[in-house]
């Protein structure tokens, strides 16, 4: 029988301890195992390659994405550097978005100045800025939808179709939906990637990243290479992101019945010039969302009125929003995109990008929806 989603999250891993059979496996913190005899390794020889306790967590992840293997890795940024140190050589060409998250950004820029691959960034929902981007045979086509920040949406499918037509294999970064919202892989992509710092551990007391790969040969090249680069996470990591992974349908559920409150909260307060959220008719890629997400999700954000003044006063007055980089987690978090998550991308890659200065990003958490409006009501007030 296939099983839901909320199912595979919550029993991940549960009584598979021979040992002791304890239902919730253990953590394994042993960084050496001993070899049964003479050139006779055991599963296990040295936790850098393997380790039960993030075997388990990536079977788990796995699974959820609909992937044949998963490799988890020591943050989200090394497990985006691990698939280009896989696919890409130099010469190769890497199509990205021009308003990816900025540490993506600050890695393809700087790696592609260095000479370890080419880089272009682009609209992707501009078609024939993408059709020419394919004339040009890239290697590896990138996508992540919704966007960070702007929560930009684009057609994962009609894109990862363009990119195999060009001989080149399909990265999709889920990391704003998770896969109880969106399943690239079965929208054509051939690898998934996430930050599971985000969502995925969901109480921001981890750095973690998976690749999620399609095809189970390029799967266990992931691992060569994680183990080869030394990139892998770390046992105690895998113990808290399987643990929080439990959780994850249920918080996902209950962030984005709060996010709809903040966005109709935020559509009538004057001081926002501008809202971003998927669920607006008005957001990019609006229509694309309805036809391949499962919801609109739990990240926001929105163009606040006024001067940098007004921004300190805002920010300043808030009590239940943290002012923190990260999302996803149980508590609800306010970021300044330019000083903050983007501030490694040039002014001028930001304003081509469409993030303004005055672009606040919210992670909705799991709070009490009334209490989280009126804080923001009240630092409304206190900026005025």
Same mark, same amino acid.
């Given at each position: 029988?296939?099983?839901?989603?909320?199912?595979? $999250?919550?029993?991940?891993?549960?009584?598979?301890?021979?040992?002791?059979?304890?239902?919730?496996?253990?953590?394994?913190?042993?960084?050496?195992?001993?070899?049964?005899?003479?050139?006779?390794?055991?599963?296990?020889?040295?936790?850098?390659?393997?380790?039960?306790?993030?075997?388990?967590?990536?079977?788990?992840?796995?699974?959820?994405?609909?992937?044949?293997?998963?490799?988890? &890795?020591?943050?989200?940024?090394?497990?985006?550097?691990?698939?280009?140190?896989?696919?890409?050589?130099?010469?190769?060409?890497?199509?990205?978005?021009?308003?990816? #998250?900025?540490?993506? #950004?600050?890695?393809?820029?700087?790696?592609?100045?260095?000479?370890?691959?080419?880089?272009?960034?682009?609209?992707?929902?501009?078609?024939?800025?993408? $059709?020419?981007?394919?004339?040009?045979?890239?290697?590896?086509?990138?996508?992540?939808?919704?966007?960070?920040?702007?929560?930009?949406?684009?057609?994962?499918?009609?894109?990862?179709?363009?990119?195999?037509?060009?001989? $080149?294999?399909?990265?999709?970064?889920?990391?704003?939906?998770?896969?109880?919202?969106?399943?690239?892989?079965?929208?054509?992509?051939?690898?998934?990637? =996430?930050?599971?710092?985000?969502?995925?551990?969901?109480?921001?007391?981890?750095?973690?990243?998976?690749?999620?790969?399609?095809?189970?040969?390029?799967?266990?090249?992931?691992?060569?290479?994680?183990?080869?680069?030394?990139?892998?996470? $770390?046992?105690?990591?895998?113990?808290? %992101?399987?643990?929080?992974?439990? &959780?994850?349908?249920?918080?996902?559920?209950?962030?984005?019945?709060?996010?709809?409150?903040?966005?109709?909260?935020?559509?009538?307060?004057?001081?926002?010039?501008?809202? #971003? =959220?998927?669920?607006?008719?008005?957001?990019?890629?609006?229509?694309?969302?309805?036809?391949?997400?499962?919801?609109?999700?739990?990240?926001?954000?929105?163009?606040?009125?006024?001067?940098?003044?007004?921004?300190?006063?805002?920010?300043?007055?808030?009590?239940?929003?943290?002012?923190?980089?990260? %999302?996803?987690?149980?508590?609800? %978090?306010?970021?300044?995109?330019?000083?903050?998550?983007?501030?490694?991308?040039?002014?001028?890659?930001?304003?081509?990008?469409?993030?303004?200065?005055?672009?606040?990003?919210?992670?909705?958490?799991?709070?009490?929806?009334?209490?989280?409006?009126?804080?923001?009501?009240?630092?409304?007030?206190?900026?005025?």
């Amino acid at each position: 029988m296939k099983r839901k989603l909320a199912t595979i $999250a919550v029993r991940g891993g549960l009584n598979s301890d021979e040992q002791y059979g304890c239902v919730v496996p253990p953590i394994h913190l042993s960084s050496t195992y001993n070899f049964a005899d003479f050139n006779q390794p055991r599963a296990h020889d040295y936790s850098r390659r393997g380790n039960p306790t993030r075997d388990v967590a990536q079977a788990a992840l796995a699974e959820l994405e609909g992937g044949s293997r998963a490799v988890l &890795t020591s943050s989200g940024m090394s497990a985006i550097h691990l698939v280009c140190t896989v696919l890409l050589k130099p010469g190769d060409l890497l199509v990205a978005p021009h308003d990816c #998250y900025g540490g993506s #950004y600050r890695l393809f820029d700087s790696l592609g100045r260095r000479g370890a691959y080419r880089v272009l960034f682009v609209d992707q929902d501009d078609e024939k800025a993408l $059709a020419d981007a394919m004339a040009q045979k890239p290697k590896m086509v990138l996508v992540e939808s919704p966007s960070n920040p702007l929560l930009r949406v684009v057609d994962i499918e009609k894109i990862c179709h363009a990119a195999h037509q060009a001989g $080149a294999l399909a990265v999709v970064d889920n990391t704003f939906l998770s896969p109880i919202l969106q399943q690239p892989i079965t929208l054509g992509a051939d690898i998934v990637v =996430h930050s599971c710092t985000k969502y995925l551990n969901g109480h921001s007391d981890v750095v973690a990243g998976v690749v999620i790969t399609k095809d189970e040969t390029l799967g266990i090249e992931m691992a060569w290479w994680a183990n080869n680069i030394g990139v892998t996470a $770390a046992a105690f990591d895998s113990y808290l %992101l399987l643990r929080g992974l439990r &959780t994850l349908a249920p918080r996902i559920k209950q962030q984005q019945i709060n996010a709809d409150a903040v966005v109709a909260y935020l559509q009538q307060q004057p001081q926002v010039k501008k809202l #971003y =959220h998927p669920s607006l008719p008005d957001n990019q890629g609006h229509e694309i969302a309805r036809k391949q997400q499962a919801g609109f999700g739990a990240m926001l954000s929105f163009e606040l009125g006024g001067d940098e003044q007004t921004m300190r006063r805002f920010l300043s007055a808030l009590n239940l929003f943290t002012l923190a980089e990260s %999302l996803g987690g149980v508590e609800s %978090l306010i970021s300044h995109a330019a000083t903050m998550t983007h501030a490694g991308m040039a002014a001028e890659a930001r304003e081509a990008a469409g993030i303004s200065d005055s672009l606040l990003r919210i992670s909705v958490g799991i709070e009490d929806c009334d209490d989280l409006i009126a804080d923001l009501e009240q630092a409304f007030r206190a900026s005025a």
